[in-house]
């Protein structure tokens, strides 16, 4: 089985072709829900919706969050009537919202709606937030302790960035598919998804279970890099990496994860960096790692694979 960490729109590619390289009962995609808020009465859940649309093949390509042939009747409706409209909600990802907090209220745990949700949208492969009880990124910055749609959507990721923290972390609780498959011996290795390595990863990381989990591992742990030619592909990571005093670039990503992380995946225009990468005693392999159509997600996805593969192989 695989295990992918995956956060926003370059978790979901990824997650698109790692669905089309393995069937449903040989992948877990565990997906951060540190960005998942309370807005208008909705419980928002914006990286678990990223992945299901994607996987669905109705998720907005431009954009990267939120459906495709999407109308904004009630926004502009909302606007109006005064309603708060920073945060852009769809007329149909509303319905996703409405259901979603109706069924919360009913104590069906956040694993099971999203299962539900998912099999509506035709998606076979498990979504699974990485908590079933809610975690919060909270962004400290030189404007002060920001939520994480506030420093993200409202403030369009300005503020400088000091460090972050991840209420409710420490009691959070993977749910029982996760933590069935965290118990077993049949995962074979954890692929990190191009996610921003602070608002992504690092959250899934915090959960307990799933950190510890992952350090004591007898699995190789392959991740793409986020970072392509210096720059993020998508969103705040190479800025939040300056600010945060580490290099930019897929070379100062490999350091970032440090031991947590065995064998890379980096894109052709980093192939300079790759002595120096291996010098940091990681296997690397150079590969086109921009996803701009489905069959390059299933191309990377596969390469990944590849080098999950030799990197278990090489372990003996
Ligand atoms: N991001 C924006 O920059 N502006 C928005 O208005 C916005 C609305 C939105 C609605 C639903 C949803 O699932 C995501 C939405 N996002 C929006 C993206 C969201 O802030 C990010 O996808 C994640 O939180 C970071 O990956």
Known sequence: MIVALAGGVGGARLAVGLAAALPPRQLAI????GDDFQHLG????????????TLAGVNDRIAGWGRADESWNFIDTLRELGGEIWFRLGDRDLAVHVLRTLALRDRVPLSEVTRRLALRLGVRHAILPMSETPVRTR???????????????????????RGFRFVGSRNATPPAPLRNVLRGEAVSAVVLCPSNPYLSIAPILAVPEIGAWIRRRGFPVVAVSPIVGGAAVKGPAAKLMRELGEQPSALGVVRHYGNLVDGWVIDRCDAKLKPEIEREGKRVLVTDTLMTSRSKSVRLAEAALAHARMLAASRG
């Not at 565990?30 to 829900?33: G, S």
């Not at 909705?42 to 649309?53: A, G, H, N």
């Not at 910055?141 to 300005?158: A, H, K, P």
């Open 139 to 161: 962004v400290r910055t030189d404007r002060g302790e920001l939520s994480f749609q506030d420093y993200f959507v409202r403030l369009r990721c300005r503020p400088r960035v």
């Open 42 to 53: 909705f419980t928002i859940c914006p990286d678990l919706d990223t992945v299901m649309y």
């Open 30 to 33: 565990v997906v951060n829900t």
